[in-house]
């Protein structure tokens, strides 16, 4: 006999997509008009969309992903064979993978404690010692961590002062700000992405943020293969097949409509493991510093070891929960092993030691409770 799915602990994930049933008249029009092929009116419309909601007066180019955003914004910044970028060590590889795609030299610069994100102390450290030794960054790329928001102005002020620009990653940052001011919009280049476990997806895309049109103009000219202007199949630059699809701006457009409601409903993630959880002395939440608001892209908690992460991890995969390691440093993982360091611990102490829970936009009160149940029955 059958057994009643309702009596089955099914599923959680971790960040699954989450529908708005907006998207569909966005992708309706696309086939009644037949745009389906890359380019069309979606393409247009998701770019003005993110436009309008970042500010500043910034430029949009939509891409087919995040890696792709990055790997143009390292061309744009004319990075090539042999230059050094400074990379933040604590993130996922798709970050740092494209700084090799060029031939270029990634430099690992560890965390800090507020934010978890690039220490800039560390930062300079690292920059004046590539300096000495004859080797000048041609970039740093900046992560905002499971949507915290970096050290902005510390950051900034370092950029200034050694000419160093920089590459703002904020794939998992949209909807995050730092003292107002957007996320995606503080780097001389940023990124975007609307992969499917992110806070707005695309099913897969990205989007390359910059602060002048020509720079955008030039993104989308190397991204749709350099094809000079003309009837003329003419090319005079290496090009790429980076543009975004209409069809899946047509659900980016869709997402946006309810971008600013997905925030609150993962900050209310956020807020409940803090209400359910916050009394057990062995977890510790990462805070907001003050003028920091993080979209909560993945609600995290921090263990007081790594074997009781590791159990509590297994825990809740018994139960069927999706939980997951904090990201494993670049600076650990065998591809990167030779390239130059400058650690302090922190960030080695946050993987060994951080559990990202379920934080989808559409986590239902009674799946937050049975995940808050399962990790306090590991107390006892």
């Not at 997509?17 to 309706?28: D, T």
């Not at 499917?196 to 943020?209: M, W, Y």
């Not at 000079?228 to 457009?253: D, P, W």
Request: with cysteine.
């Amino acid at each position: 006999m059958a057994k009643n799915v309702s009596d089955l602990n099914s599923k959680i994930w971790l960040s699954a997509p989450h529908m708005s049933g907006h998207e569909e008249k966005f992708i309706k029009e696309a086939f009644n008009t037949n745009w389906i092929a890359p380019l069309g009116p979606n393409v247009n419309g998701f770019e003005k969309d993110l436009e309008t909601y970042l500010g500043k007066n910034v430029h949009v180019a939509a891409l087919t992903t995040g890696t792709a955003a990055i790997h143009m914004a390292l061309l744009l910044l004319n990075v090539t064979t042999n230059d050094e970028v400074i990379c933040q060590t604590k993130t996922f590889a798709a970050s740092v993978n494209p700084v090799t795609y060029l031939g270029a030299k990634p430099v690992f610069v560890d965390s800090e404690k507020d934010t978890w994100n690039m220490c800039p102390e560390l930062l300079e450290q690292a920059i004046k010692d590539r300096i000495n030794q004859g080797n000048k960054p041609k970039a740093m790329i900046v992560i905002n961590l499971y949507g915290m928001p970096h050290k902005v102005k510390e950051i900034k002020n370092i950029s200034n002062t050694y000419h160093i620009p920089i590459i703002e990653d904020s794939a998992e940052a949209l909807g995050s700000s730092y003292f107002n001011g957007k996320c995606g919009t503080f780097g001389d280049l940023s990124v975007l992405s609307f992969n499917g476990n992110k806070i707005i997806t695309t099913s897969g895309g990205g989007a390359l943020v910059s602060k002048h049109i020509h720079t955008k103009e030039k993104a989308i000219f190397l991204a749709t293969q350099a094809k000079e202007a003309g009837l003329e199949y003419t090319h005079k630059t290496i090009g790429y097949n980076y543009r975004m699809s209409n069809i899946l701006a047509g659900i980016g457009r869709g997402q946006m409509e309810v971008l600013e409601t997905y925030v609150r409903l993962r900050r209310k993630n956020h807020q409940y493991y803090l209400e359910h959880l916050n009394d057990i002395k062995d977890i510790r939440f990462l805070k907001e510093p003050e003028g920091f608001f993080s979209n909560r892209w993945l609600s995290c908690i921090q263990l007081s070891s790594q074997n009781m992460r590791d159990q509590l991890l297994m825990l809740l995969q018994e139960h069927n929960i999706e939980a997951r390691p904090s990201w494993k440093p670049m600076h650990l993982q065998p591809v990167f092993k030779d390239y130059p360091s400058y650690l302090n611990g922190v960030s080695e102490h946050i993987y060994k030691t951080v559990l990202c829970l379920p934080s989808g936009s559409n986590l239902t009160t009674k799946e937050r409770n049975r995940i808050v149940t399962t990790i306090r029955s590991y107390f006892g």
